[in-house]
């Protein structure tokens, strides 16, 4: 925005590949990374150099701490050989929460959080997404048994994506069509993830979370 260079890289199909550089405001780098295939807690980023606003180098040649924000808490820890290694230390100032977690090359290994009121919550994957009760297989039969098809004369061979955020009750809220085929088909895609009441809650680092979710439902009208 102001004329200097602010990133620099490859892409294949939109998604970043190889060697990647970034730049502060002011021009000077912020990071060198290689993104590779291979996916890491990471993402799929391997660090060789890092430095903050400041100027300071945390992160030489694939080595030293580095800080980072992800799913609302930020963490930090040891970089080796690019990856994540040993025990990071991060908090959640939204939900005043703080977590402990082990990674062993760039792997999860475990973690732990402690709420506000120090309840203790183990986990082994860092995003559970949401998910029906009796399994997804179940929940599309549910679909298929109560979709209303009516007033419908021509024929429809497409997919409707419903977004909705499951609360951390179970209960689902702020339903919406990102892609539809129109009229009462979008409309009873709406109504069906509504009437549906069987979501077990997704959980952020072991704590039950607010999580937003994108499911298809196939149409097939001849």
Do not use: C
Not at 82 to 106: H, M, P, Q, R
Not at 121 to 141: D, H, Q, V
């Amino acid at each position: 925005e102001n004329g200097n260079k602010k990133s620099e890289g490859n892409y294949t199909n939109s998604t970043p590949t190889g060697s990647h550089k970034t730049w502060y405001e002011n021009g000077k780098l912020q990071m060198d990374v290689d993104y590779f295939d291979t996916e890491k807690t990471l993402g799929n980023l391997k660090i060789n150099q890092f430095y903050d606003a400041t100027g300071k180098q945390t992160v030489k040649n694939g080595n030293g701490t580095y800080e980072e924000e992800t799913y609302g808490g930020k963490s930090s820890g040891k970089i080796k050989n690019g990856l994540k290694d040993g025990e990071w230390k991060g908090s959640n100032t939204k939900t005043k929460a703080s977590f402990i977690e082990v990674y062993k090359d760039g792997n999860f290994v475990s973690g732990q959080s402690t709420d506000s009121d120090s309840q203790k919550y183990p986990y082994r994957e860092i995003l559970e997404n949401p998910e029906p009760n009796t399994g997804m297989a179940s929940f599309y039969k549910y679909v298929a048994a109560n979709f209303h098809i009516e007033d419908v004369d021509t024929p429809v061979n497409s997919k409707i994506i419903v977004s909705f955020i499951v609360e951390k009750d179970g209960s689902v809220a702020n339903i919406k069509i990102l892609k539809g085929v129109g009229g009462q088909l979008d409309l009873e895609a709406k109504r069906i993830i509504k009437k549906y009441n069987g979501w077990k809650p997704g959980k952020v680092r072991g704590m039950f979370a607010r999580i937003s979710l994108a499911l298809p439902i196939a149409i097939h009208i001849e």
